[in-house]
């Protein structure tokens, strides 16, 4: 079950697609125009998310003719979520912390992190810096040394996971690897943050075990390609989110990236006109563009 917000000359709409047939939420409630309304409605019905959908999909007498209603989500989508904030999570892969640890003047504090008791977090974009799906993404202009992210990203309602979507944390490993004190000047810039194409109720996934997979185009050629399993996760989704409540006040809607398990190597870099192409199992692809910012 997939849903996406899409804009088009009927306004804002919620789209559900389920067992690949294709709904209009906001034409069979038409008070639910947005993401965040879903969970609104669904959370005051005390139902989860999935149950509530099912319950309006088989009880409606228009299926058939939702079913056959041509959409083309491609050109109409938006943000799968209004997120008024995006936090991030680091080195919750082994892997992340050896390469940051390569990459970086002080090591030490990679592994530091990986084996503490507290996790590390950041805070990563706002709305209005947030990227969709076919959106263009960028590199800083003074890093010279860049990469995407592919995370598993979960979005929050009344401090619970609710559900998940495919995120791009942009990011310098130049400027990071300087002084582990640049963090948020190499995480934190215009347009480095992306997060579609739609989202997938939690209860959904075995979200402990997803296959992720990443591919950049140069130029019609595939210049990288890598995959990992959220199963290899030191710290879970769930352990997350308990630390990121932790007193600390979340907007519902906030979307959070877990870390990542992919990491070009040492000698790649993006640039400009690459193309980014993420892939979550059993939630969909996110595609971007590159250029300076």
């Known amino acids: 079950m997939q849903i996406y ?5 009927q306004g804002r709409q919620v789209i559900v697609v389920s067992e690949d047939k294709m709904y209009n939420l906001t034409f069979l409630r038409p008070t639910i125009k947005t993401s965040l309304e879903l969970m609104m409605v669904a959370y005051n019905n005390g139902m989860k998310i999935s149950d509530y959908l099912k319950e309006i999909l088989s009880s409606t007498s228009s299926n058939e003719e939702l ?4 959409i083309d989500l491609k050109k109409s989508s938006l943000l799968p979520v209004d997120s008024p904030e ?21 090591p030490d504090i990679y ?15 706002t709305l209005s810096r947030l990227r969709k799906n076919n959106d263009s993404v960028g590199i800083r202009s003074d890093s010279g040394w860049d990469i995407p992210e592919p995370e598993l990203t979960f979005i929050i309602y009344n401090k619970e996971i609710i559900g998940f979507t495919c995120g791009n944390d942009m990011s310098s490993r130049k400027i990071e ?18 997060i579609g194409p739609c989202w997938v109720p939690a209860e959904c996934l075995d979200y402990n075990n997803l296959n992720v997979q990443m591919t950049i185009n140069r130029n019609t050629k595939k210049v990288f390609e890598g995959n990992c399993n959220t199963s290899i996760m030191k710290r879970k989704c769930d ?15 906030t979307a959070v990236m877990t870390g990542t398990g992919i990491i070009p190597p040492m000698e790649f870099s993006l640039k400009e006109g690459d193309k980014i192409s993420i892939s979550i199992e059993n939630i969909g692809t996110l595609n971007n563009n590159v250029i300076s910012v």
């Open 5 to 9: 917000q899409i804009n088009n000359d």
């Open 67 to 70: 079913n056959e209603e041509k």
């Open 86 to 106: 995006v936090w991030a999570f680091g080195v919750t892969y082994g892997d992340s912390m050896k390469e940051r640890q390569a990459e970086s003047e002080t």
């Open 111 to 125: 592994s530091k992190i990986y084996f503490a008791e507290r996790p590390e977090s950041f805070f990563k974009s």
């Open 177 to 194: 690897g300087e002084n582990p004190l640049y963090l948020p000047q190499a995480k934190v810039y215009k347009y480095s943050a992306s």
């Open 239 to 253: 352990e997350l989110n308990d630390w990121l409540n932790r007193s600390n006040e979340i907007p519902d809607g």
